[in-house]
């Protein structure tokens, strides 16, 4: 993925004219390594952050999503000023 020579990235990146041929060695220098293991280490954590979030989310009970209690009063047609709790 991430070779000097037949690299996914370098590939996409010279196709969309981001960077010029032949592309940096990822992997050779040190702020480029620094970059691409942070990019490894995202791409690798994000699906497992996504769906713990999404199972706490589907958690929650349905009765604790009621909306806020000033939003009844706006409904029922009161002023602004008696809106307020």
Do not use: E
């Amino acid at each position: 993925m991430f070779d000097s020579l037949y690299s996914v990235v370098n590939w996409t990146g010279i196709h969309l004219h981001l960077i010029n041929a032949p592309g940096p060695n990822w992997l050779g220098q040190s702020k480029y390594a620094m970059a691409a293991v942070i990019a490894v280490n995202v791409w690798r954590g994000l699906p497992f952050f996504a769906i713990t979030t999404l199972a706490g989310l589907m958690a929650v009970p349905r009765s604790s999503m009621r909306p806020p209690r000033w939003t009844a009063p706006a409904r029922g047609g009161a002023s602004g000023t008696s809106r307020c709790p």
